[in-house]
């Protein structure tokens, strides 16, 4: 008796992409660093001293690294290079922007910066009315900086985690990709948001940096908002995808410009 027949899956599609690794590596290597920090606040808490005022000049500690390691990760996130970097988070800059080779409709273009916008608007609303739940806690103290922090190493692994594995945003935002992401360069903003409750230079300055990067963000796409939706800029468009990081499946149907959401 014959078995029925099985669909097979093309090699390529089975084949991890080098970013993907990359990204995939970037993500235990958060995890680690994030255990570890989390081992430093309870085995030595003299560390987090660092979280107290200027501090920061006054006595070295490991999450001096730690903050180190944030602010170059934000500073790559403002350099036009594709080394790093996916072009998610590139496609603000016009070095990597390709024209649609038969135009676009710049009235579609506004009605789709207009849709992404507001919904846009409604999860940066959830985003702070999320974390309004440690800020409160905080304001109580009934928790302390440490756990601001440790708040913090969560969205630094959980920002990862939506890239390569789910992600709610992409859902809220209505994305196809990470590529297309209207808020994609959101991400240091939302992981420091606890920052902002913790009075010291080590925190409020990754807050800064963080909000420096959404600012540069939002004014691209104020400036030049065809580089940012795929039936303008050729280079987002899911066929001509170089990076397959957030997805290794996709059908040929993905390859056809996203739909205007209203």
């Known amino acids: 008796m014959n078995s ?44 987090l001293n660092i979280l107290k005022g200027w501090s ?6 490991v999450f001096h690294l730690l903050w180190l390691l944030w602010m170059v990760d ?25 024209e649609a080779k038969n135009g676009y409709d710049r009235e579609e ?3 789709y910066i207009r849709a ?12 702070l009315l999320l974390n309004a739940i440690p800020a409160v806690l905080r304001l109580l103290n009934i928790i302390d900086e440490k756990w601001m922090l440790i708040v913090t190493l969560f969205y630094y692994i959980s920002d990862l985690i939506c890239v390569l594995i789910w992600c709610p945003f992409r859902l809220a935002m209505g994305n196809r990709c990470c590529t297309t992401c209207r808020i994609y360069n959101w991400d240091h903003f939302f992981m420091f948001t606890p920052m902002v409750l913790i009075p ?33 800029n050729e280079a987002i468009r899911c066929i001509n995808c170089t990076d397959k990081v957030c997805t290794q499946f996709c059908p040929k149907r993905k390859a056809l410009p996203s739909k205007i959401e209203k």
């Open 74 to 98: 934000m500073a790559l996130k403002l350099t036009p290079s594709r080394g790093y970097m996916t072009l998610g988070s590139q496609k603000q800059f016009g070095k990597f922007y390709i």
């Open 200 to 232: 010291s230079f080590f925190s409020l300055s990754l807050f800064a940096a963080g909000l420096a990067v959404w600012i540069i963000w939002e004014g691209a796409l104020i400036l030049h908002p065809e580089r940012f939706w795929d039936r303008s």
């Open 109 to 111: 273009l506004r009605s």
């Open 56 to 61: 920061f000049f006054t006595e070295f500690s």
């Open 4 to 47: 029925a027949p099985t669909r097979s899956v093309p090699a390529a599609a089975k084949k991890i992409s080098k970013r993907r690794k990359i990204f995939i590596f970037r993500l235990v290597m958060r995890c680690v660093i994030s255990v570890l920090s989390v081992a430093v606040m309870f085995l030595f808490p003299s560390q």
């Open 116 to 127: 992404a916008n507001k919904r846009a608007v409604l999860v940066m609303l959830a985003w």
